[in-house]
């Protein structure tokens, strides 16, 4: 799974998906009960969709990914589990993006801030990547008093976050 990633991140795309798909396969087959082992496949796979701008596949692995964290009671939950629960509903709402369904992806992009602002306090910079997510959503739907109103939310996280990095606070 990992040497997908990396070349994801490297942009070999077509070599990305032989990595990816054969340790999808053999994830499931050795370590179908390792559910940390299982999202992270699910997840590296999604994010290897998410390169292709192939939302179907994207959001089909990012919802394999969520019934994993979904089994796990919330106090049993780590912070990093939450961390990952919002990133992948940031993910869907890209896959939808993709395939322009923009109801469904404003109500992923409101569920990972809600998770965002709930559990995790430092997370503003993810929050600044919401908002500016959902400030295009509706840009390209034309609603443009909402689409101002999340930039503005996305640029006071965004000064936030670039506040507590300069302070350490």
Known sequence: MEQGYVLIQSNDLEQAENYISIGIE???KYFKDDFYRLRHA???AS???AEKE???KMIEYAQKSLRLYDAIPNEERYEEDYWEIA???QNLGVGYVFLKNYLAAIKQYELA???NQQYIKERTPYL???YSNLANIYRITKNYPKALKNIETAIAYDSQGKKKSSTGV
Do not use: M, S
Request: net charge negative.
């Open 54 to 56: 192939n939302g179907n």
């Open 128 to 130: 600044a990547d919401n």
């Open 113 to 115: 801030n809600q998770i």
């Open 87 to 89: 990133n992948l509903y």
């Open 47 to 49: 994010l290897y969709y």
């Open 42 to 44: 699910y997840n590296r």
């Open 26 to 28: 053999l994830t499931e």
